[in-house]
Structures are given as structure tokens and as C-alpha cells.
């Protein structure tokens, strides 16, 4: 959907940059390179990624190469750019090379939640992003409340919400042992920052969909929803699943999506944009 929705949006572009704000395997940008070689109308002069990273995070410049050798293949002019911060608090709009003629992208994949405790590291990169002006925003996030003060109430939302997770993995990866392992490692980490960490030591800190939209509505950020393309393109990577496709749902909530199992959100998916409006606008959110 969030891929979709990023190609509608660029498609009078000739010039297209994305700033990656968590880069993992970048397999969502080869759907992307695959969609732009096949353009007929107007065909792409250039494709810039920025992959944002943390100093001593060699993975990015691995995931760059492969990038690039992907690109290649469908002979897509392609540039690949890797920036290095201490912390996201140094995020800055001067790391940019923004291009006058290029239409900016920013994608935002389960980053967002790590800033929830530190609100100033948060407010920054919210205003940097909004200096830069992207044509669209695509924010994904864990539908789920991690951030309560009260360790009752997080133990039982953790409880629901990783149980449902553990669901999903008995039938998706029944016979991948090593694969499973490493995803219930992962899992393992987060179980244990949300219900066994206090204070600056609880990083992570999900909140949902409603409480984000508050929130964007301080920088006047507006949803652009998603087009039947979009919705379409979904359900079909939901189908490439046979043994999911029958317990992944995928339902509206305003102009956003909500990936769940079995009836339990797991993940929401928005697309926004940065108005350029005048006036003051404050959102009703608390963290």
C-alpha cells in the first residue's frame, strides 16, 4: 500500500528522492525500481535513496550495494546516500542534498515509536521534515498502546498484543525453525523493554493510530488516504500467503489502514502530507 501510494504520488516526477528513516533489507525499494523502469509516459531520470543510520552501522552500506545492483538490472539511473548520526536528535536539514527540481519522499517504518520518550528529539525531526516538504509521508507504526505509565496496563496490552504476534508465527513459519527463532529474539527484546524497563531505558513506546494523528496535527499535517490501487495492491501481497491470507486482515480506520490477525490490529499504515497553510493548529494528543 505504502509503495502504491508513493508512486501515485511522484508520478509526474522525472526526479525522485526518498529518505529512508529506518533502512532494513530495502526490499520494499525493488517493487519500487521494478514500478518506475516499466513507466511509458514519463520515464525517471534519476532515483535518489537517503538511508538514514547510526554511526558504526555497516548494513546500510551492504544494503546500498544491493540497491544499486537492483537498479542496475532494470536500468534505472539510481543514487544511494547514507547518513550517519550519533543520535536522531542530530537529524538536521543541512544532511540533505535536497534537489529544487526532485520530489521528496520520506518514509518512516516503526521509527517514530523510539522518539515517544525523548518529545524533543521527536519535535525536531518533525520540524526538519516539514522545512524539507515532502510530497507524501508514509508512516508505519505498531497499533497498540505501549506507552502507559502503569505496568498493569502495559503487561496486559503487551500480553494480547505479542500473543497474537506468537499466533501468527505458528502458522507462517511453522517449519522455518532458524528463521522463527530469529523473529522470537527480536520479539523477546521488545516484550522486555515494554513491560521490564522504566524511565529512559524503555525506548520503545507504540501508541496508536488516533494518538498520531494528534500528534501530526501540531505540524499541520494532513492524511491523504489511499487509492483502490493501493487497497488492491494490499490484499494481493496478502494472498501471496496462503497459509496467512485467511487470518491477515485489512481494514479502514479514517483514511488509514490497519493490518491485524485474526481481528487484532497489529500495524497502521498512513500516508500525510505537510500543509503549507498559515495559522495555528494544536493537536489534542498526549503520549
Not at 527484546?189 to 501540531?218: P, T
Request: aromatic fraction near 10%.
Amino acid at each position: 500500500m505504502g509503495i502504491q501510494a508513493i508512486i501515485e504520488n511522484v508520478a509526474s516526477a522525472s526526479k525522485i528522492h526518498i529518505i529512508d528513516l529506518e533502512l532494513r533489507s530495502g526490499v520494499q525499494w525493488t517493487g519500487l525500481m521494478q514500478a518506475l523502469s516499466e513507466r511509458e509516459v514519463r520515464h525517471v531520470e534519476i532515483l535518489k535513496i537517503t538511508a538514514v543510520g547510526f554511526v558504526g552501522n555497516e548494513k546500510i552500506a551492504e544494503t546500498g550495494k544491493r540497491l544499486e545492483s537492483v537498479a542496475a538490472s532494470f536500468k534505472l539511473p539510481f543514487s544511494f546516500i547514507a547518513v550517519y548520526v550519533e543520535d536522531m536528535e542530530d537529524i538536521k536539514e543541512e544532511l540533505f542534498k535536497i534537489g529544487n527540481d526532485e520530489s521528496l519522499v520520506v518514509f518512516c517504518p516503526l521509527v517514530l515509536r523510539t522518539m515517544i520518550s525523548r518529545p524533543t528529539c521527536l519535535e525536531n525531526l518533525m520540524r526538519v521534515m516539514k522545512t524539507l516538504n515532502p510530497t507524501i509521508v508514509i508512516v508505519i507504526e505498531i497499533e497498540a498502546n505501549h506507552n502507559s505509565p502503569s505496568f498493569v496496563n502495559r503487561f496486559i496490552e503487551a500480553l494480547f498484543f505479542f500473543s497474537t504476534f506468537f499466533d501468527c508465527l505458528d502458522t507462517c513459519l511453522e517449519h522455518e525453525g532458524e528463521l522463527r527463532a530469529g523473529v522470537e529474539s527480536v520479539l523477546c527484546n521488545g516484550i522486555r523493554n515494554i513491560v521490564a524497563m522504566e524511565g529512559k531505558e524503555r525506548v520503545v513506546r507504540s501508541v496508536k493510530l488516533e494518538v498520531w494523528s494528534a500528534f501530526f496535527a501540531r505540524f499541520r499535517m494532513t492524511e491523504l488516504g489511499f487509492s483502490e490501487s493501493s487497497l488492491y495492491q494490499g490484499s494481493l501481497v496478502i494472498k501471496q500467503f496462503p497459509s496467512a491470507a485467511s487470518y491477515c486482515t485489512l481494514d479502514k480506520c479514517g483514511k488509514s489502514m490497519i493490518v491485524g490477525w485474526k481481528g487484532t490490529p497489529v500495524q497502521s499504515v498512513s500516508a500525510w502530507k505537510f500543509s503549507r497553510d498559515r495559522g495555528r493548529v494544536f493537536g489534542n494528543y498526549r503520549f
